[in-house]
């Protein structure tokens, strides 16, 4: 079933007469897929994800994820971007736990749950290389363990769904391809769906099973590759 589904969407700024940012946009993506979504600057790919997580309602067709009409921010998302945005005030334990505390739902469960949640926060850290790190503060990690960290936090409130925006992008080439496989992992342990947002088609190649490539003025999907050969996920 797709847990994504976006039809025949237009996306203006600035009112009627504003710039058309994507049109006749159709995409969709199924529950535990890992799809990636390339395409030069302008394309509308920051457009895309505002569109899935409710930022924007599109004047024309239909975002729906996970079975409704997007009308407003969608809390069953996790989100992580090019520049982590961790709190330098609070350990990386306590950033981790922050989506908890936004949304009421969380809330009431982290204070009912307190040691199980700081189990799993301890869980994924473990998964993403930075076992022992909870306790340090944000700037006494690099940015490479910042940004497994941010990962940590969009995953903790278990969504359904994992949107990545040029996630590697201010990363050296060696520790990017580290953070690949860590998403790969990811993945595979947390049956999550994601959508990668990239510019860089080998990322892509790397940890999709599904590709749609972009093109701008206006932006729209202009391939769809699903990947021939199952990938090993181990
Ligand atoms: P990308 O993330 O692929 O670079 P965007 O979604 O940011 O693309 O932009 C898609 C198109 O919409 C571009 O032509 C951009 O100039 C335009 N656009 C984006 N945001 C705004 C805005 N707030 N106001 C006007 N035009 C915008
Ligand atoms: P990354 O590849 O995650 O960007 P670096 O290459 O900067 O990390 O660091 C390499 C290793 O050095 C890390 O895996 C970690 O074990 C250690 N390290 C880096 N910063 C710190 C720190 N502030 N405290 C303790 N160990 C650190």
């Given at each position: 079933?797709?847990?994504?589904?976006?039809?025949n969407?237009?996306?203006?700024?600035?009112?009627?007469?504003?710039?058309?940012?994507?049109?006749?946009?159709?995409?969709?993506?199924?529950?535990?897929?890992?799809?990636?979504?390339?395409?030069?600057?302008?394309?509308?790919?920051?457009?895309?994800?505002?569109?899935?997580?409710?930022?924007?309602?599109?004047?024309?067709?239909?975002?729906?994820?996970?079975?409704?009409?997007?009308?407003?921010?969608?809390?069953?998302?996790?989100?992580?971007?090019?520049?982590?945005?961790?709190?330098?005030?609070?350990?990386?334990?306590?950033?981790?736990?922050?989506?908890?505390?936004?949304?009421?739902?969380h809330?009431h469960?982290l204070?009912?749950?307190?040691?199980?949640?700081?189990?799993?926060?301890?869980?994924?850290?473990?998964?993403?290389?930075?076992?022992?790190?909870?306790?340090?503060?944000?700037?006494?990690?690099?940015?490479?363990?910042?940004?497994?960290?941010?990962?940590?936090?969009?995953?903790?409130?278990?969504?359904?769904?994992?949107?990545?925006?040029?996630?590697?992008?201010?990363?050296?080439?060696?520790?990017?391809?580290?953070?690949?496989?860590?998403i790969?992992?990811?993945?595979a342990?947390?049956?999550?769906?994601?959508?990668?947002?990239?510019?860089?088609?080998?990322?892509?190649?790397?940890?999709?099973?599904?590709?749609?490539?972009?093109?701008?003025?206006?932006?729209?999907?202009?391939?769809?590759?699903?990947m021939?050969?199952?990938?090993?996920?181990?």
């Amino acid at each position: 079933a797709h847990l994504v589904s976006i039809e025949n969407v237009d996306m203006r700024y600035g009112g009627p007469a504003g710039t058309l940012a994507v049109s006749n946009l159709n995409l969709k993506v199924d529950k535990g897929e890992f799809a990636a979504v390339v395409g030069p600057s302008g394309c509308g790919k920051s457009t895309l994800m505002k569109l899935v997580t409710g930022l924007h309602i599109p004047q024309t067709g239909d975002v729906i994820v996970a079975g409704r009409q997007v009308t407003e921010p969608v809390s069953i998302v996790g989100m992580a971007f090019q520049n982590p945005t961790m709190l330098p005030w609070r350990t990386t334990l306590e950033n981790i736990l922050l989506p908890l505390e936004i949304v009421e739902k969380h809330r009431h469960r982290l204070r009912a749950h307190k040691k199980e949640y700081i189990q799993k926060a301890e869980n994924l850290l473990e998964i993403v290389g930075l076992k022992g790190f909870g306790s340090k503060f944000p700037w006494q990690l690099s940015g490479g363990m910042q940004q497994r960290a941010n990962l940590c936090r969009a995953l903790i409130h278990e969504p359904e769904l994992l949107m990545l925006d040029e996630p590697f992008g201010a990363l050296d080439a060696f520790t990017r391809e580290e953070l690949w496989c860590v998403i790969r992992d990811l993945h595979a342990a947390q049956g999550v769906t994601i959508i990668l947002v990239t510019h860089d088609l080998r990322e892509a190649v790397f940890l999709a099973d599904k590709i749609f490539v972009m093109s701008s003025r206006p932006g729209r999907v202009l391939a769809e590759h699903r990947m021939p050969f199952a990938r090993p996920r181990d």
